[in-house]
């Protein structure tokens, strides 16, 4: 440590007089105080990258240098002629050493790697268990996905932060040996503070069970504490947090909810189908290959979606979620510095991560924990503790981005909501980005999850059943309807995600059903020489062997039209499944492993009926990064936003199926995601809305849509012509055009802005309309929108320079007041 800079232990040791002791130990310890019963004092490390931001290969350094010291270890008893390191297995302790324990596993190499955890997975049976008996939360399971892991006799080796008594380990050792002896463990810890009596217990200990064990550290040392130190801790915890609740001194307590434009964006990391987010289930060598393999790749998404001119940037991990963020940090960090040529300074990456653990913060430089961010816990924690959590040493350190990375079990609504994660996050940094790494869930042994068939009409939609098989489940009894303003208010406060719930059908007056057979009647020529020229395009570039992949539910009535044209003009019989994609949660997982078990996914093509400003197109590139083979590219009828390179136009013009809700689209409701009705096993899922039959007109859409197809087949072979000769890259000019509008109607989020004629009127269908913007002089396409404004009482605006012929704005910020007994959750029985 450089001499002018106290030791971050100082302020306890004066006040306290705790006292560390050791060669090295302060270099890599401070100290802090803890709400905690049995421990007043915490040993705060420098390298581990949980309370303290470091930079992440200072941290991964450390650890796998520890790793490769055990490997010496080992090799010396393969030169004595004993085993060495086969058969090792490494088990790192939850939370604050599970990315420890990972990275200790890399320095051995060529060795699985599991670590405890708090979090109980249904379906998994434990391999194990104990207690950790000074923690804040004692209860650890140990949920191997293949039991085996635990069940060898080779070396096992416990990591934990640090090694303070050893009764967390004696309790392990005790639970493990008496399932599967060994004859040999090795304890790895950053810091051994053990006093002599400790140490002795733990070599009396391993006389008993007639085994080995040994202990490799950074470094030696103990802790010395008066007597009373417990008591005199406690009511210095509480003095200060009292003058904290008190408003003084400031930097106790810091994170208020952000600016309303603090800039929250979601980033699509592309992670390795089928990869372990962490050691919780198991992480095998082969695992590590995987992941070496793709982190520049990641690194690059991460480095591209930073702000211009960030140079100084947090990789937060999530408690248990340790290991992937300071990998994704790390090569973060690589990537930065080698962009880093004319730069003002080089690139400054730190790691830390959230925890559960209650400490006091304190902003003295001779004190470890600074600054603390109090939030919601976001992962539905079982396991009876707090519901609060942490994140330390954010507030105050000057990043300009914190890169947040949570497994999708803890992409909730709590960690969007006001006061959540995010928000405070956003109070003390100009950018966020949230990167989600997908819960990796073990499948029972023999279980092959989704591989069910697809539902299909009439006992599913009204389509006929070789039209289209609904890779969905079959919602129909569940009640989840809920009043348009309670959904508007409950999805803009981030209480509820829109896929939580479903908007009431729209019952269409008789003046606007004779509205919609007139546009139909007006615009099915058109509409058919749209079809065929995508569907041709498809062909032409995709080859006939395609599989059509409908966005449910808008692109599957043009799915069924695809599927029809290639039948009518080429005698093909196109497989056509409809899938479920949603925005802020990406596309159904299970539905895409089905359709790579029974197609080739590269023959795979996804269909839409619009692009508006793009938003779907790049969650859909973003969601099949995940998944080897499938090609993210979107086939559309109309493209206005200019977002994809398959369309049969780009002109932005009435498509009736759009002026409808499910009377159109088979009967089918839009898609649902929500926890305690989609299992993991599960597709997402809809309703068939069977009580709608006398309304329904999906069937006539497409009869009369075909019915066209003869009178369009030149000007469609023309248009294809034009199409292949044309640069048809994606140019994103509605994506820069709802910027805009966003940006000078004071909106403040692009997700309210919703471009052209099809999206407009589904925000008069569905949501809360705030007004709708008009191209001036735009003709009948848009005589349903105003028959809709009419109906809902919004103005319509006409305005020049619109890419678009309309666009809709929905309510900014609208509540409605209380929405259900906590102020946010949408009611849905």
């Avoid at 905690?36 to 240098?65: D, E, F, I, T």
């Avoid at 730069?343 to 004190?367: E, F, I, K, M, N």
């Avoid at 109607?745 to 809360?768: A, M």
Wanted: proline residues 6%; glycine residues 12%; charged residues 20%.
């Amino acid at each position: 440590m450089a001499t002018n800079t106290p030791w971050t232990g100082q302020w306890v040791a004066d006040r306290l007089g705790v006292a560390l002791r050791g060669d090295g130990v302060t270099d890599l310890l401070g100290l802090a105080l803890r709400r905690n019963p049995k421990r007043a004092h915490l040993l705060v490390s420098h390298v581990l990258g949980k309370h303290v931001p470091q930079r992440p290969h200072v941290v991964y350094g450390h650890a796998h240098a520890l790793g490769r010291r055990v490997r010496a270890l080992l090799d010396e008893d393969r030169d004595g002629g004993r085993g060495g390191a086969d058969g090792t297995v490494v088990l790192g302790y939850a939370e604050t050493a599970t990315g420890l324990g990972h990275a200790v596993a890399d320095g051995i190499g060529g060795v699985p790697y599991l670590h405890s955890t708090r979090r109980a997975v249904p379906g998994v049976t434990p391999g194990g268990g104990f207690e950790e008996e000074h923690s804040h939360a004692t209860g650890h399971l140990l949920l191997p996905e293949d039991p085996a892991l635990l069940a060898g006799s080779g070396p096992l080796v416990l990591v934990d932060d640090e090694f303070s008594t050893g009764r967390t380990i004696l309790n392990t050792i005790s639970d493990l040996h008496a399932r599967h002896p060994r004859s040999r463990y090795v304890v790895v810890a950053l810091t051994d503070m053990r006093g002599d009596a400790d140490r002795a217990a733990l070599a009396a200990f391993a006389g008993r069970l007639g085994t080995r064990i040994d202990v490799v550290a950074l470094a030696e040392g103990a802790v010395t504490l008066p007597p009373g130190v417990l008591e005199k801790g406690q009511a210095l915890v509480a003095e200060h947090e009292r003058a904290a609740a008190a408003g003084t001194p400031a930097g106790l307590l810091t994170g208020q909810p952000g600016p309303p434009d603090a800039l929250v964006r979601r980033v699509g990391l592309g992670w390795p189908a089928g990869l372990p987010d962490g050691g919780r289930h198991g992480f095998l060598p082969a695992h590590r290959t995987r992941l070496e393999a793709a982190l520049p790749a990641m690194a690059g998404r991460l480095a591209a979606a930073l702000p211009p001119g960030a140079r100084r940037v947090l990789v937060l991990g999530n408690e248990e979620l340790m290991y992937a963020p300071l990998r994704l940090a790390q090569a973060l960090e690589d990537a930065l510095t080698a962009d880093a040529a004319g730069a003002a300074g080089p690139a400054q990456v730190r790691y830390s991560t959230t925890t559960r653990s209650p400490v006091l913060a304190v902003d003295d430089p001779g004190y470890a924990i600074r600054s603390r961010l109090v939030f919601p816990a976001h992962d539905d924690p079982d396991d009876g503790g707090s519901a609060e959590r942490y994140a330390y040493n954010v507030a105050g350190a000057g990043f300009d981005a914190v890169v947040c990375v949570v497994d999708s079990a803890g992409d909730t609504a709590a960690l969007h909501q006001d006061g959540g994660l995010l928000a405070r996050l956003a109070a003390h940094t100009p950018a966020v980005l949230l990167a989600v790494v997908p819960t990796y869930r073990p499948e029972p042994e023999g279980h092959h999850p989704s591989m069910s068939e697809p539902l299909r009409g009439p006992d599913f939609s009204s389509y006929a059943p070789e039209e289209v098989g609904w890779l969905l489940k079959d919602l129909s009894g569940v009640e989840l309807e809920a009043p348009t303003e309670e959904r508007e208010e409950a999805i803009q406060s981030g209480g509820a995600h829109y896929a939580e719930s479903l908007p009431v059908e729209y019952q269409p007056t008789a003046e606007y059903q004779q509205l919609f057979r007139s546009a139909l009647d007006a615009s099915a020529a058109r509409i058919a020489r749209a079809v065929g020229a995508v569907t041709e395009l498809v062909l032409a570039e995709r080859g006939p062997d395609a599989v059509l992949v409908s966005l449910a539910r808008a692109g599957t009535p043009v799915g069924v039209l695809m599927r029809r044209w290639a039948r009518h003009a080429h005698g093909l019989d196109l497989p056509h499944y409809a899938v479920s994609i949603v925005r802020g949660r990406g596309i159904d997982r299970n539905a895409l492993r089905w359709l790579a078990a029974h197609h080739d996914a590269a023959d795979a093509v996804f269909v839409d009926g619009w692009t508006g400003k793009g938003a779907i197109t790049r969650e859909l590139a973003d969601a099949v990064a995940e998944f080897d083979g499938f090609n993210p590219d979107i086939a559309v009828l109309a493209d206005p936003g200019g977002c994809v390179s398959t369309y049969g136009t780009r002109d932005d013009f009435l498509i009736p199926s759009a002026c409808l809700n499910s009377t159109v689209s088979g009967l089918i409701s839009r898609t649902v995601l929500r926890d305690g009705l989609i299992g993991p096993d599960d597709f997402h899922g809809a309703k068939f809305y069977r009580d709608l039959r006398d309304a329904d007109v999906s069937g006539l859409f497409l009869d009369t849509v075909a019915a066209a197809f003869d009178l369009v087949g030149d000007a469609v072979a023309e248009d294809v012509k034009s199409l292949r000769s044309q640069d048809r890259l994606p140019t994103w000019a509605g994506w820069a055009a709802v910027e805009r509008i966003s940006e000078e109607y004071g909106i403040g989020d692009v997700n309210l802005v919703k471009p052209g004629v099809g999206e407009t009127t589904r925000v008069l269908l569905r949501r809360v309309p705030w007004k709708v913007l008009a191209q001036r002089g735009a003709g009948a396409d848009l005589d349903h929108v105003r028959l809709l404004a009419e109906q809902r009482g919004v103005p319509v605006e006409e305005v020049d320079g619109l890419p678009y012929s309309c666009v809709g704005l929905i309510h900014p910020r609208y509540t409605r007041g209380a929405t259900g007994t906590d102020g946010r959750a949408v009611s849905a029985r």
